[in-house]
């Protein structure tokens, strides 16, 4: 496959993310300007120019028309995906982590850093008149000290709860109505780095720097199925056709400030395909010369797209030898 | 005294920058039907002029309105001025890479099987049945039972009639000999064994390796690691075994390698082609291995 390298961005990629029909293609990296591409043919609609710092975190809307960015700069902006223009700047006490747009779209909860003597909060807001925003939460939940830092954010389905992944591995599910813990996932031994969810909704992958993946029941935060690997592993996906491709891509390297002083050969920066069900890795894709710090397959599952530590989004799509591979039993 | 006239006169550098835009023909866009052809010019690091020509593949795919509605969003950002279709400058096609399966559990086991069968057929000829003569060793022969207290009662104690002892053949013969002393169901030291007179064989030689497709290689880098010469010699052919010499203390390749193929013909086309060749920042040495007695 001839992959498509998208190189918009001066510094390497924190996160990428498709919008649900996956014709868009979002990257952040810790430059302050998000870009957006059409991930067809890997031409770039615009960039999200008014950070001014690194962008952690992002995500969009379910119908591609809001995009919400959290910054170290210690703003959250929230973006019109069409005009590249930012709708409101919400400022905050320290940088934000982590954001996720609720499943009706009507929400943002977003996590905060613990710095200067601020906690590390969990913070849901309104954003259902994304013009003019209450910066007030609606709901503000006190992460630290009583957990460690919380660096990554999702939403259950039908908005009912969060959950988060934190700095010392466990992951929290967190009840909207009240406001208080419900599960408490502790596996990982290290922090969380990524967290996403498979297409239906129904189950969680976490990558951790432990060098494992683990795949959860998000309903109960039952830990299901382990992904061993001999690297920390930075971003892992499930494929959207789960079904008929029960795969699982995950990408890692080993820590960034070692990058420089080994060789791309023995950094292993491929992304690394494991069965869902055997936890048995069947292939690799070369590509990146850094760590890979985000990967998601396409929403078509046909696909995937990788950001990494080299500041390059490689957009891949698989041949039919993907297709034709069959897993050993 | 320099003079006002003078600082009007743009500088050395812009005047360079001028004239290489100047002397550069514009850029040809030609867009015919489902394809598009652009041709660039510029100057390259020794002054001369590239050409550079792109052919794009124009595609059409049929999509939800949605979808196709966000296609014809004008650009912002700093991509306001782009043009339709990929900027050259922010995307490009990386070069082919192949999602690399890894070894399937059928093949190693046929692998393996193939292995047993060429090793049977290397003790052909070599291994002899001192029963019914037949191609296995004595203690696996199908006649054991029926032979074999048949042959002792003919033949006596001592008198066994003897094979001369080939070269590089196995522990039957062995049997054999000590049996043709005298000397059977005794505890025989080591040193008094027949063996014992010779100069010993090395233990390298009595594993049967074939040493004479090895290659040494080095030069390598401290963090080369045996997966990765796996991966450097292994399109040359099949390999039987890698040797990295490691430091104890840390893991740490000393820098030389041995590897052992199964064709000596391979071996060779890999110091043709690996000799001399940069690997990590290092230029590899690939040579002969001596053989290990030698050394």
Not at chain 1, 302 to 323: I, L
Not at chain 2, 266 to 295: C, F, M
Request: aromatic letters at 8%.
């Amino acid at each position: 496959m001839k992959p498509i390298m998208l190189q918009g961005h001066e510094r390497s990629i924190t996160q990428i993310k498709f919008n649900r029909e996956g014709d868009l293609l979002f990257s952040a990296s810790k430059d302050p300007k998000p870009n957006v591409w059409y991930s067809i043919n890997g031409e770039r609609l615009g960039t999200y120019d008014g950070h001014s710092g690194a962008v952690w975190s992002i995500d969009v809307k379910w119908d591609s028309t809001l995009f919400v960015t959290g910054s170290a700069d210690q703003t959250m902006r929230i973006w019109d995906v069409e005009t590249g223009s930012s709708l409101s700047n919400l400022e905050m006490k320290t940088s934000v982590r982590g954001v996720s747009f609720s499943y009706s779209g009507t929400m943002i909860a977003y996590t905060t850093d613990k710095m200067m003597g601020h906690n590390s909060e969990l913070d849901i807001i309104d954003v259902r008149e994304p013009n003019d925003i209450d910066a007030t939460p609606i709901m503000k939940t006190q992460v630290t000290p009583n957990y460690a830092k919380a660096l990554s954010v999702l939403w259950g389905p039908l908005d009912e709860y969060v959950v988060t992944g934190h700095e010392d591995g466990c992951i929290i599910k967190w009840d909207m109505r009240t406001g208080k813990k419900m599960e408490v996932g502790q596996e990982h031994t290290k922090l969380i780095k990524d967290m996403q969810l498979s297409h239906d909704g129904m189950m969680l992958i976490t990558a951790s720097k432990d060098t494992t993946a683990r795949l959860w029941d998000l309903a109960t935060l039952e830990p299901l199925k382990m992904y061993k690997t001999d690297r920390p592993v930075n971003s892992a996906s499930i494929s959207p056709l789960v079904d008929t491709y029960p795969h699982v891509v995950m990408g890692g390297g080993q820590e960034a400030m070692d990058v420089t002083t080994t060789s791309s050969r023995i950094g292993k920066f491929d992304a690394r395909f494991f069965h869902l069900v055997f936890e048995e890795e069947f292939a690799r894709v070369k590509g990146h010369f850094g760590p890979i710090n985000s990967i998601s397959f396409h929403p078509n599952g046909r696909g995937y797209a990788s950001g990494g530590e080299d500041g390059y989004v490689r957009v891949h799509v698989f041949d039919d030898a993907y297709y034709q591979f069959k897993f050993d039993f | 005294m320099p003079s006002a006239d003078e600082v009007v006169k743009s500088s050395w550098a812009d005047e360079v920058e001028e004239v290489e835009g100047g002397n550069l023909p514009p850029p040809v866009e030609k867009n015919d039907g489902n394809t598009k052809t652009i041709t660039e010019y510029s100057l390259n690091e020794d002054g001369k002029k590239v050409k550079i020509t792109s052919h794009y593949r124009i595609e059409k795919h049929r999509v939800a309105r949605t979808i196709a509605k966000r296609k014809t969003w004008a650009k912002y950002g700093l991509s306001k001025n782009d043009k339709p279709g990929p900027n050259p400058a922010t995307t490009i096609t990386a070069e082919d890479v192949f999602m690399h399966f890894l070894s399937n559990k059928e093949e190693e086991q046929n692998e393996q099987e193939e292995l047993k069968k060429k090793l049977m057929d290397a003790q052909k000829g070599q291994v002899k049945c001192r029963l019914c003569k037949e191609d296995h060793w004595t203690k696996q022969c199908p006649y054991k039972d029926k032979l074999e207290p048949l042959r002792s009662s003919l033949l006596g104690d001592e008198k066994v009639e003897e094979e001369p002892p080939q070269p590089g053949s196995g522990p039957p013969v062995d049997k054999a000999k000590m049996s043709g002393a005298g000397t059977q169901g005794k505890y025989v030291p080591p040193s008094m064994r027949d063996g014992g007179s010779k100069k010993g064989e090395s233990m390298m030689s009595a594993r049967g390796r074939d040493e004479t497709a090895t290659v040494r290689v080095t030069n390598l880098s401290e963090n080369t690691r045996e997966q990765d010469l796996q991966d450097l010699f292994r399109p040359f052919g099949d390999i039987s075994r890698i040797f990295l010499a490691k430091d104890k203390n840390t893991g740490q390749s000393k820098g030389f390698a041995f590897i052992n193929f199964k064709k000596r013909e391979d071996a060779a086309k890999a110091i043709q082609v690996l000799n001399g060749y940069g690997y990590d920042h290092l230029i590899l040495s690939v040579e002969w291995a001596k053989p290990s007695g030698t050394q």
